[in-house]
């Protein structure tokens, strides 16, 4: 084990997988001479040379579709999208291109490619800076998307995700890049598509991804040690496939959920893990499953403004708490307690 | 470099003059088509021989199809390379067989004419196993990986941006291919169009773009919707060597295109705007209300078969006899793949599940319209865990 940052992790992954298979090259704006927006691929320019750290072209739908193209041919591209919301310029590859190619050619080409891209509001960056819609991703059947909370997953993950024969989107957070953890020194993939149960418990299953997950585990601490509540946690990790046995696995023990999102309420990924709930675990719920996501408004730039859309460790205690209620009130009345 | 103005300048109407057929037709055999059949050699004649029949066989399956569109044996939207014969045949006859190939969704011609066998072509058409693309793509999507055709595109300029990512891995391996890549006159609207171009002029990508300009891009023409109508011109833009060629002529776009792929393998991307017809529709369902009867009675006296069967037979190189002898061959081909595509199976719901990933993943969702996410579970205890 080492300890390094979200950041590290992520660098000493893509040097040691370029190391490792000369196919994989990196491709994005600004990746080489400037050394990456977020420093993700500082020095590889120096180390690997332009053919394999490709500086591009402000043209998201023309790199990234080359890059799906280089990839048909037996390439293994890792792109950079400077920020998610960028990613929006190149729908049409992602999704009727990269997504669908293995599929609509009967199995002919396969697409291994990674797209990295971080996403993540807090940052003051305004309404089309900060927006998590790894959703969009996550509906599409062809594409994996993995959403890392540590420098662990990071690793594993991406490890994971450049081996793959599949596209998969890789999402990165802006807060998340300078926080620590420990980090195997093996180079074991992930396995994509399998959720982490991060903290057992009993009391009740709180579920987030990415940056939620760390608020999902605070959230956690924090009550064991104001209420001796016992809350267990589910790191999805894989947004696609999503892991649906772990988080029903969990509420049959727990009776209770509660979904954590960095993002949009309605048609969320909270959404999808709550009917997930309702069709899996029905018959074991105590309450209803709440979610806790940002208000329904582009994130605006005051910080007032700004924190007061996003959800907070507060916002995920209120819900835990009252969902409890709901819990003991369900109790009281058929007389369980 | 320089762009080359290989046509006169034309606002409107068929861009590039009829007669500049005869005055530019050039032999892949380096001597003109106008030349006398006592010139040609046994091989020369073998070579105008196959043009023809190629162009034939693509008309004749493209009239089937359309066919069986209306007896309902092809389903989805099926878009015909009625008039572009020529086009298709000479552009393809300067790619070595290790080249790539990418196109739109108007791809049957393509795909036979890259030397796949028309029963598969056909079969896919009908949605079956036997189809390039195992029945998955259908009209718009036809793939065949040892032909090295990766795709038939249905959505607009969606082909660039790969075609021209192949070229890059053609270079990163530092190997000899080339790709080309096929679009309609409208595609060079799109975003995608241009970003792709600058990218393969920044990188040296060994790739002809192409586009095949039938005046049409569905209903709306060409002046109407590109601000440059000139359409090769666009790649001085990007500092991409460029031409224009009149795409009824088999020999013109053969020569042409030898040009262009030539100048890619040797890293210099190449855009080579081919002026041709649609003699139909946008597709087999549209009656193209938006044309003149003049129009038409003008498409008639284009159409590339039919004039360079007349040319050949004017020249000496072929007798009506022979003719005669195509023609058969070539329906009896086409009644055979027909034949083959009807008796081929649909592919076997088993399947469907098959190509979602091609690496196995977790938890990924094999579960048809009527079937619950979950087995029914048994009520929980009440008193459990309580």
């Not at chain 1, 579920?207 to 064991?224: K, N, P």
């Not at chain 2, 878009?79 to 196109?103: I, M, P």
Request: net charge negative; aromatic share 6%.
């Amino acid at each position: 084990m080492t300890t390094m940052t979200f950041r590290q992790a992520l660098q000493d992954t893509l040097r040691a997988e370029m190391l490792r298979d000369e196919n994989v090259f990196l491709l994005g704006e600004e990746i080489g001479v400037f050394e990456g927006s977020y420093k993700i691929t500082a020095g590889l320019l120096a180390e690997f040379g332009e053919k394999r750290v490709r500086d591009t072209p402000i043209a998201e739908e023309g790199f990234t579709g080359a890059a799906i193209g280089a990839a048909m041919l037996g390439l293994r591209p890792v792109v950079e999208i400077m920020t998610i919301n960028f990613s929006l310029l190149a729908l049409d590859q992602i999704v009727n291109h990269a997504a669908k190619i293995y599929g609509m050619f009967g199995g002919q080409a396969k697409v291994p490619l990674v797209i990295r891209t971080p996403g993540g509001g807090g940052q003051q960056l305004g309404a089309t800076h900060s927006q998590n819609i790894e959703l969009y991703y996550a509906f599409v059947p062809g594409l994996k998307v993995v959403a890392p909370s540590t420098p662990a997953d990071a690793k594993s993950l991406l490890i994971a995700a450049i081996r793959d024969d599949d596209p998969v989107l890789f999402l990165e957070n802006l807060a998340l890049y300078n926080t620590k953890g420990d980090v195997p020194d093996d180079d074991t993939p992930a396995e994509i598509g399998r959720a982490a149960v991060t903290r057992a418990g009993r009391d009740l299953t709180l579920i987030g991804y990415s940056r939620m997950a760390h608020v999902a585990a605070q959230v956690a601490d924090q009550l064991a040690a104001s209420d001796g509540l016992d809350i267990e946690v589910i790191d999805l990790r894989s947004l696609r496939p999503l892991d649906r046995p772990t988080i029903i696995e969990s509420v049959k023990k727990t009776h209770a959920a509660v979904v954590v999102e960095d993002d949009w309420l309605t048609y969320g990924i909270g959404a999808e893990v709550a009917a997930t709930i309702s069709d899996g675990a029905f018959d074991y719920l105590d309450a209803p499953v709440r979610r806790v996501a940002m208000a329904e408004v582009p994130l605006p730039y005051s910080k007032s403004l700004e924190t007061a859309a996003l959800p907070s460790v507060d916002d995920v205690i209120n819900a835990v708490h009252q969902t409890l209620d709901a819990v003991g009130r369900r109790h009281q009345k058929v007389g369980h307690d | 470099m320089t762009n080359q103005v290989n046509a006169p300048r034309k606002a409107a109407g068929r861009p590039v003059a009829a007669k500049s057929v005869k005055s530019r037709a050039a032999a892949p055999t380096k001597r003109t088509a106008r030349a006398k059949v006592a010139k040609r050699t046994p091989a020369e004649v073998a070579a105008l021989t196959k043009v023809y029949r190629e162009m034939l066989l693509i008309r004749r399956f493209e009239e089937r199809a359309a066919r069986s569109y209306t007896q309902a044996l092809i389903g989805g939207y099926c878009h015909l390379n009625l008039g572009e014969e020529a086009a298709v045949v000479g552009l393809l006859s300067a790619l070595e067989r290790t080249d790539y190939l990418f196109t739109n969704y108007r791809e049957h011609g393509y795909a036979i004419s890259r030397g796949i066998d028309p029963n598969r072509v056909m079969a896919e058409l009908y949605g079956r196993i036997d189809g390039v693309s195992k029945g998955w793509g259908g009209s718009m999507h036809m793939f065949d990986i040892t032909h090295r055709l990766l795709g038939g595109y249905g959505i607009v300029g969606g082909q660039i941006p790969l075609a021209t990512g192949a070229a890059l891995a053609i270079d990163y391996r530092g190997g000899s291919e080339v790709v080309m890549c096929t679009m309609g006159d409208g595609t060079t609207n799109i975003g995608a169009f241009h970003e792709s171009l600058n990218i393969a002029a920044l990188w040296n990508l060994p790739i002809v773009y192409v586009i095949i300009n039938n005046r049409l891009g569905m209903g709306t023409t060409v002046e109407k919707s590109s601000a440059e109508p000139e359409l090769f011109r666009r790649g001085a833009a990007y500092r991409i060597e460029s031409a224009r060629v009149d795409g009824l002529d088999p020999l013109a776009v053969a020569e042409a295109s030898a040009k262009a792929v030539s100048a890619a393998r040797a890293g210099r991307p190449y855009l080579l705007e081919v002026v041709s017809e649609r003699l139909r529709g946008h597709s087999v369902v549209d009656p193209a209300k938006y044309r003149s009867e003049a129009e038409v009675v003008q498409l008639r006296e284009h159409d590339p078969v039919v004039t360079f069967g007349a040319q050949l037979v004017r020249d000496g190189v072929i007798d009506a006899d022979a003719m005669a002898a195509i023609e058969h061959e070539v329906t009896a081909r086409i009644d055979e793949a027909a034949a083959f595509a009807e008796a081929s199976p649909a592919p076997d719901v088993a399947t469907l599940f098959d190509y979602t990933y091609a690496t196995p993943v977790a938890n990924d969702s094999r579960r048809l319209p009527g079937q619950p996410l979950f087995d029914p579970a048994p009520l929980p205890d009440p008193g459990e865990d309580q």
